[in-house]
């Protein structure tokens, strides 16, 4: 096969064909890891020498914040809950803009039609169309209203004691996200990825019932709107997801990311249940391997990866989340080189 584009190779997977290799990219790569690698190079100039297929263009990074306590690096951020900034790109939230449900109607979202917020995105779609994916990632309506409007405990006492008080936070996030994928994909975007998790290492964070009414409403209304501009809508969910994987498949998502090993997540098992219906990105562990394994280790794991759920095509090989400040430099380096080495197909292991 020909040497597809970065673009190519990705709306090959996503489509469950086979590419000329196993794609890669993060959706995050901590600085310092990037510094190390290519010191003082731009994302940009990195994804460059890196060769990565796509390139990620994160709302959450582009936001503006008030400093409230800048020794202890709390902020305010654009829905006006308190966040605080640690070792990590994304901020920790601390408190939620809404002090209680009466608040919700005189709340003023933040405005996704500001020209500002897209000279970023502009800038990587001049440079890398039609050879490198230019993705924007956003996190789901459930983490939006939750984390920044309502708050954990009030979002899921809410869902049994006060619906209307979720659907209305839920309505809000998503009018904020729709506009701003539309804003997105006019500036040349060629994918979008949901972020925000939906379960934690035991299961979903929710039952079935309560995920089902709440949480993949908005994301299929979102899934809907993509696939009507022709652009495949890619999920991020961390955790045990295996008792509601069919649901995300069926509200939408091309694509599931990161099939966590942390929560019992076997990329092979997830391959033969439904490598047939939606690609699969993972599964690399980050947690452990990526920081204090060894290369060889790490390389050896790629293998594995690539033989339980490379063949056919439909996977990506990526870290089981990010490439977050604790992963050695040279684990994420070996994990790339050992990708493009075993991922070539046809694939051969001998």
């Avoid at 190519?8 to 310092?32: A, G």
């Avoid at 209203?145 to 869902?159: I, Q, R, S, T």
């Amino acid at each position: 096969m020909l040497k597809l584009t970065g673009l190519e190779r990705l709306l090959n997977v996503i489509q469950l064909k086979e590419p000329d290799v196993v794609p890669h990219f993060e959706n995050l790569i901590h600085q310092r890891v990037r510094d190390a690698i290519l010191p003082d190079a731009s994302y940009e100039d990195f994804a460059e020498f890196m060769d990565l297929d796509a390139v990620v263009f994160h709302d959450q990074l582009n936001w503006r914040y008030e400093t409230l306590d800048s020794s202890k690096k709390i902020m305010r951020n654009q829905w006006g809950a308190i966040v605080r900034f640690t070792s990590e790109d994304i901020a920790y939230p601390l408190e939620p803009a809404l002090k209680n449900a009466e608040d919700l109607d005189t709340y003023l979202p933040p405005d996704p039609d500001l020209s500002w917020r897209y000279s970023n995105l502009e800038r990587l779609v001049k440079r890398f169309k039609a050879d490198k994916a230019v993705i924007i990632f956003i996190n789901d309506v459930f983490n939006m209203a939750k984390d920044n409007l309502l708050g954990d405990v009030e979002y899921f006492k809410g869902m049994l004691r006060n619906p209307d008080i979720v659907e209305q936070a839920n309505e809000i996030a998503l009018n904020y996200n729709l506009n701003y994928i539309k804003n997105c994909l006019d500036v040349g975007a060629d994918m979008v990825f949901i972020g925000g998790d939906w379960a934690e290492k035991k299961g979903p964070w929710a039952s079935l019932g309560l995920i089902e009414k709440f949480i993949v409403p908005p994301f299929r209304k979102i899934a809907k709107y993509c696939h009507s501009r022709g652009i495949p809508c890619l999920k991020h969910s961390d955790g045990n997801i295996w008792p509601i994987f069919n649901i995300i498949i069926e509200a939408g998502a091309d694509l599931i990311h990161p099939i966590d090993p942390s929560a019992g997540m076997d990329i092979g098992e997830t391959k033969f249940k439904y490598g047939h219906r939606v690609c699969l990105m993972g599964n690399i562990d980050c947690g452990t391997l990526l920081c204090s394994g060894s290369e060889k280790e790490v390389r050896e794991e790629v293998k594995n990866c690539i033989r339980k759920a490379g063949g056919g095509g439909g996977f990506i090989c990526s870290s089981s989340n990010t490439i977050h400040s604790a992963v050695r430099p040279n684990n994420y380096v070996a994990m790339v080189n050992a990708i493009r080495e075993f991922g070539q197909y046809p694939l051969n292991f001998d």
